[in-house]
């Protein structure tokens, strides 16, 4: 599938829900490709921290020659408000980044379809959860699509484009006419548990971690197997530690609820979550992390 634009350009106003590092790093995308952005956070100190987080972002991607323009002249056109009912009515797009639970996912949405204009395309950064039942929650589901993207977002190439049975077409162009805009790759699937990336990237996952559990090898050297021998840009483990043992685990419990038990979570994963052992993000996962 190709977008009709031959030029394509971002979105003139876009609303991104939740500012964590997922949600601040589309947010970061979106701002340094030309758009107005607002991020919805739950408090006062939670929207300086999504700033905050987009802010050091950028200035990394000034650092390494990433970035057309000032880092100031970029934040500026980042804009934070404390409730889903005050997203911009005239967004072109809103994107859901808040935790993977379905229920929350569903409440956001709905709230921000109510928020804005008929004409607006929401979408979900969820990882796993079906887009089909997440559209079940909307008004207007052709509207409604899956924008998968990677973490770290603005260093990532990738955008999952998840189709549901609702989604209208003309609803899937824009959106890849937006993710090209970012100077991102698109790949379409349909709404399936798991979609292809986090499907594929969970079986290698998990099977890692066994050979870790079963004593097999040192991390090390499971993901030095892939990285070496398969030109894997990153080995699984140390992938899992970066997206978040916690993360990978709810992932991995949803697709073995819906794929069967070949996804059934190994124990070392669920113990090194109970102890807090989430990846980069506590500072110790399969590695240590300063």
Same mark, same amino acid.
């Given at each position: 599938?190709?977008?009709?634009?031959?030029?394509?350009?971002?979105?003139?106003?876009?609303?991104?829900?939740?500012?964590?590092?997922?949600?601040?790093?589309?947010?970061?995308?979106?701002? $340094?490709?030309? %758009?107005? =952005?607002?991020? +919805?956070?739950?408090?006062?100190?939670? !929207? &300086?921290?999504? /700033? #905050?987080? @987009?802010?050091?972002?950028?200035?990394?991607?000034?650092?390494?020659?990433?970035?057309?323009?000032?880092?100031?002249?970029?934040? $500026?056109?980042? %804009?934070? =408000?404390?409730? +889903?009912?005050?997203?911009?009515?005239? !967004? &072109?797009?809103? /994107? #859901?980044? @808040?935790?993977?639970?379905?229920?929350?996912?569903?409440?956001?949405?709905?709230?921000?379809?109510?928020?804005?204009?008929?004409?607006?395309?929401? %979408?979900?950064?969820?990882?796993?959860?079906?887009?089909?039942?997440? !559209? &079940?929650?909307?008004?207007?589901?052709?509207?409604?699509?899956?924008?998968?993207?990677?973490?770290?977002?603005?260093?990532?190439?990738?955008?999952?484009?998840?189709?549901?049975?609702?989604?209208?077409?003309?609803?899937?162009?824009?959106?890849?006419?937006?993710?090209?805009?970012?100077?991102?790759?698109?790949?379409?699937?349909?709404?399936?548990?798991?979609?292809?990336?986090?499907?594929?990237?969970?079986?290698?996952?998990?099977?890692?971690?066994?050979?870790?559990?079963?004593?097999?090898?040192?991390?090390?050297?499971?993901?030095?197997?892939?990285?070496?021998?398969?030109?894997?840009?990153?080995?699984?483990?140390?992938?899992?530690?970066?997206?978040?043992?916690?993360?990978?685990?709810?992932?991995?419990?949803?697709?073995?609820?819906?794929?069967?038990?070949?996804?059934?979570?190994?124990?070392?994963?669920?113990?090194?979550?109970?102890?807090?052992?989430?990846?980069?993000?506590?500072?110790?996962?399969?590695?240590?992390?300063?």
């Amino acid at each position: 599938m190709t977008s009709a634009s031959a030029e394509p350009s971002a979105p003139d106003v876009v609303g991104v829900i939740g500012g964590g590092r997922m949600g601040a790093g589309i947010a970061q995308s979106f701002a $340094a490709a030309g %758009a107005s =952005v607002t991020v +919805v956070e739950s408090d006062g100190r939670a !929207a &300086a921290a999504a /700033v #905050e987080r @987009v802010a050091t972002g950028l200035r990394r991607a000034a650092e390494r020659g990433k970035l057309a323009e000032a880092v100031e002249e970029v934040l $500026a056109r980042v %804009a934070t =408000v404390e409730s +889903v009912g005050a997203l911009p009515p005239e !967004a &072109a797009l809103v /994107v #859901e980044a @808040v935790p993977e639970d379905a229920g929350l996912k569903a409440e956001v949405l709905a709230a921000a379809e109510r928020a804005v204009c008929e004409g607006t395309v929401l %979408a979900t950064n969820t990882s796993s959860l079906p887009v089909t039942e997440l !559209a &079940a929650a909307l008004d207007r589901p052709g509207r409604f699509l899956g924008m998968h993207f990677f973490n770290p977002v603005p260093a990532s190439a990738l955008v999952e484009i998840v189709v549901g049975p609702a989604t209208d077409d003309a609803t899937v162009e824009r959106a890849l006419g937006w993710t090209r805009a970012l100077g991102k790759k698109d790949v379409v699937v349909k709404d399936s548990p798991g979609f292809a990336s986090s499907r594929l990237g969970v079986a290698l996952g998990l099977e890692a971690i066994r050979m870790v559990e079963e004593g097999v090898a040192a991390p090390e050297a499971i993901d030095g197997a892939m990285t070496l021998g398969y030109r894997h840009p990153m080995g699984p483990l140390r992938l899992t530690d970066l997206v978040g043992l916690d993360v990978r685990l709810a992932i991995a419990e949803h697709l073995h609820a819906t794929l069967g038990d070949r996804f059934a979570p190994p124990e070392l994963l669920r113990a090194k979550v109970a102890r807090g052992e989430l990846g980069r993000k506590t500072g110790r996962g399969f590695y240590r992390w300063e």
